[in-house]
Protein backbone atom coordinates (compact mmCIF):
# COMPACT_ATOMS: atom_id res chain seq x y z
CA UNK A 1 0.00 0.00 0.00
CA UNK A 2 1.50 3.36 -1.13
CA UNK A 3 -0.07 7.16 -0.65
CA UNK A 4 1.55 9.80 -2.57
CA UNK A 5 0.64 13.02 -1.94
CA UNK A 6 1.65 16.15 -3.58
CA UNK A 7 0.40 19.66 -4.38
CA UNK A 8 1.49 21.39 -0.98
CA UNK A 9 3.40 25.01 -1.06
CA UNK A 10 3.06 28.74 0.35
CA UNK A 11 0.11 30.75 -0.65
CA UNK A 12 -1.03 33.83 0.65
CA UNK A 13 -4.24 34.10 2.92
CA UNK A 14 -7.39 34.18 0.30
CA UNK A 15 -5.45 32.01 -1.59
CA UNK A 16 -6.28 28.11 -3.41
CA UNK A 17 -4.40 25.15 -3.27
CA UNK A 18 -5.42 21.95 -4.92
CA UNK A 19 -3.86 18.04 -2.82
CA UNK A 20 -3.80 15.25 -4.58
CA UNK A 21 -3.42 11.66 -2.99
CA UNK A 22 -2.08 8.80 -5.66
CA UNK A 23 -2.56 5.54 -4.40
CA UNK A 24 -1.25 2.21 -5.51
CA UNK A 25 -1.31 -1.42 -4.10
CA UNK A 26 -4.98 -2.32 -3.19
CA UNK A 27 -8.46 -1.67 -4.68
CA UNK A 28 -8.92 2.45 -3.94
CA UNK A 29 -12.73 2.13 -4.33
CA UNK A 30 -13.05 -0.24 -1.35
CA UNK A 31 -11.34 2.34 1.13
CA UNK A 32 -12.71 5.82 2.81
CA UNK A 33 -10.08 8.37 1.93
CA UNK A 34 -9.76 11.08 4.28
CA UNK A 35 -7.19 14.12 5.10
CA UNK A 36 -6.13 15.37 8.20
CA UNK A 37 -3.46 17.83 9.24
CA UNK A 38 -1.32 18.61 12.06
CA UNK A 39 -0.81 22.11 12.81
CA UNK A 40 2.02 23.83 14.38
CA UNK A 41 1.43 24.21 18.12
CA UNK A 42 -1.17 22.62 17.92
CA UNK A 43 -3.48 19.68 17.98
CA UNK A 44 -4.24 17.03 14.98
CA UNK A 45 -7.30 17.67 13.39
CA UNK A 46 -9.21 15.16 11.02
CA UNK A 47 -9.88 17.27 8.20
CA UNK A 48 -12.18 15.95 5.49
CA UNK A 49 -12.84 12.45 4.15
CA UNK A 50 -14.57 10.82 1.23
CA UNK A 51 -16.57 7.39 1.57
CA UNK A 52 -16.77 4.84 -0.61
CA UNK A 53 -20.21 6.54 -2.29
CA UNK A 54 -18.55 9.68 -2.66
CA UNK A 55 -20.47 11.50 0.08
CA UNK A 56 -18.00 13.76 2.13
CA UNK A 57 -17.44 14.81 5.50
CA UNK A 58 -15.57 18.52 6.75
CA UNK A 59 -14.74 19.39 9.59
CA UNK A 60 -17.01 22.72 10.63
CA UNK A 61 -13.60 25.00 10.71
CA UNK A 62 -13.26 24.12 6.79
CA UNK A 63 -16.66 23.31 5.12
CA UNK A 64 -17.73 25.59 2.93
CA UNK A 65 -13.85 26.06 1.73
CA UNK A 66 -12.85 22.92 1.76
CA UNK A 67 -13.54 20.11 -1.04
CA UNK A 68 -13.01 16.79 -1.06
CA UNK A 69 -13.44 14.37 -3.95
CA UNK A 70 -12.42 10.92 -5.17
CA UNK A 71 -11.47 9.19 -8.50
CA UNK A 72 -11.51 5.68 -8.18
CA UNK A 73 -10.29 5.35 -11.90
CA UNK A 74 -7.24 7.51 -11.46
CA UNK A 75 -6.88 5.68 -7.70
CA UNK A 76 -6.53 9.38 -6.56
CA UNK A 77 -8.07 11.80 -4.03
CA UNK A 78 -8.55 15.18 -4.51
CA UNK A 79 -8.17 18.36 -1.97
CA UNK A 80 -9.25 21.40 -3.22
CA UNK A 81 -8.50 23.89 -0.37
CA UNK A 82 -10.20 27.86 -1.18
CA UNK A 83 -10.44 31.16 0.52
CA UNK A 84 -7.05 30.08 2.43
CA UNK A 85 -6.34 30.96 6.10
CA UNK A 86 -3.52 31.26 7.95
CA UNK A 87 -4.39 28.89 10.75
CA UNK A 88 -4.73 26.12 7.54
CA UNK A 89 -1.33 26.14 7.98
CA UNK A 90 0.44 22.50 8.57
CA UNK A 91 1.49 19.46 7.35
CA UNK A 92 -1.41 17.61 5.41
CA UNK A 93 -1.69 14.24 5.75
CA UNK A 94 -3.98 11.57 3.61
CA UNK A 95 -5.10 8.68 4.81
CA UNK A 96 -7.37 5.51 3.83
CA UNK A 97 -9.08 2.93 5.82
CA UNK A 98 -12.31 0.67 5.57
CA UNK A 99 -12.81 -0.58 8.99
CA UNK A 100 -15.88 0.90 11.08
CA UNK A 101 -14.66 2.81 13.62
CA UNK A 102 -15.34 5.27 16.38
CA UNK A 103 -11.94 6.79 16.91
CA UNK A 104 -12.46 9.71 14.12
CA UNK A 105 -15.04 11.59 12.75
CA UNK A 106 -14.99 9.95 9.44
CA UNK A 107 -16.05 6.71 11.07
CA UNK A 108 -13.24 4.56 10.13
CA UNK A 109 -10.24 3.83 11.36
CA UNK A 110 -7.35 5.33 9.00
CA UNK A 111 -4.93 2.13 8.40
CA UNK A 112 -2.43 3.37 5.93
CA UNK A 113 -0.82 6.83 5.83
CA UNK A 114 0.91 9.32 3.47
CA UNK A 115 4.30 11.30 4.29
CA UNK A 116 2.25 14.40 4.79
CA UNK A 117 2.76 17.72 2.33
CA UNK A 118 3.61 21.24 4.02
CA UNK A 119 0.83 23.62 3.73
CA UNK A 120 1.64 27.38 4.66
CA UNK A 121 -0.88 30.23 4.64
CA UNK A 122 1.07 33.74 4.88
CA UNK A 123 1.62 36.99 3.39
Known amino acids: VQLVETGGGLVQPGGSLRLSCAAS????????AGWARQEPGKGFEWVCGVYMNSSAYCADSVEGRFTISRDNAKNTVYFEMDNLKPEDTGVYYC??????????????????WGQGTQVTVSS
Open 25 to 32: GFTFGDYV
Open 95 to 112: AIGRRPSWSNPFGYAMDY
